[in-house]
């Protein structure tokens, strides 16, 4: 399972209020990326890393950050929940720079009302 | 219009059926080409990739790429109930950075 963990694994929140998403992994990969999946819509890239406090934006990046002080963490923050950011948030690492291999933790459903 | 295109399904097929799935994307820099697995409340798990054009058998298991007409399927003989799950493609070019996935297809394998 590539080490990954996530947590919480289930949230309910309320609108308005900040959330933050914790992954963690154990195998000191460089490459880390958060996805939220949506039914039609798949897997979508929010943010990712490629190393301590080296971060990017994906597709879906508006109403969220990241942190990465530690190899091992990555962290998505929800600045002020809202509706539209209930999803299921998978993290996922990437062994290499090359290669084509990702590894997703269990994912955290997450409920905003 | 998505980078990436995946029928959504349902699929529905008797055991021991061939599944067959596929995708098409626009964007002709891909050059990986992945499948993944996912069950029900679970992460994505990888199941086969392939580079550039060509087949790949593995097992059950075969996938295809065709980029001239910038399509992949992959195949599953003799399908399992096991087999009932979300399938996934994915991509991504030569050079680091994103992955870009199609929707997911719904697999149901009924006894």
């Known amino acids: 399972d590539a080490g990954i963990t996530q947590s919480p694994r289930h949230k309910v929140t309320e609108t308005g209020t900040p959330v933050t998403l914790r992954c963690h992994q154990t195998?000191?990969?460089?490459?880390m990326y958060w996805y939220r999946q949506d039914p039609g819509h798949g897997l979508r890239l929010i943010h990712y890393?490629?190393?301590?406090?080296?971060?990017d934006k994906g597709e879906v990046s508006d109403g969220y950050s990241v942190s990465r002080s530690k190899t091992e963490d990555f962290l998505l923050t929800l600045e002020s929940a809202t509706s539209s950011q209930t999803s299921v948030y998978f993290c996922?690492?990437?062994?290499?720079?090359?290669?084509?291999?990702?590894?997703f933790g269990p994912g955290t459903r997450l409920t905003v009302t | 219009q998505k980078e990436v295109e995946q029928d959504p399904g349902p699929l529905s097929v008797p055991e021991g059926a061939i599944v067959s799935l596929n995708c098409t994307y626009s964007?002709?820099?891909?050059?990986?080409f992945m499948w993944y697995r996912q069950y029900s409340r679970k992460g994505p798990e990888l199941l086969m990739y392939?580079?550039?054009?060509g087949n790949k058998e593995d097992g059950r298991f075969t996938a295809q790429v065709d980029k001239s007409s910038k399509y992949i399927s992959l195949f599953i003989r003799d399908s399992q109930p096991s087999d009932s799950a979300t399938y996934l493609c994915?991509?991504?070019?030569?050079?680091?950075?994103?992955?870009?996935f199609g929707a997911g297809t719904q697999v149901v394998v009924t006894p």
């Open positions: 996922a690492i990437t062994p290499g720079q090359s290669s084509y291999e990702q590894y």
């Open positions: 195998e000191n990969h460089r490459y």
């Open positions: 890393s490629y190393g301590v406090k080296d971060t």
């Open positions: 964007n002709s820099a891909f050059q990986y």
């Open positions: 392939t580079y550039s054009s």
């Open positions: 994915a991509m991504r070019g030569d050079s680091w950075g994103k992955f870009q």
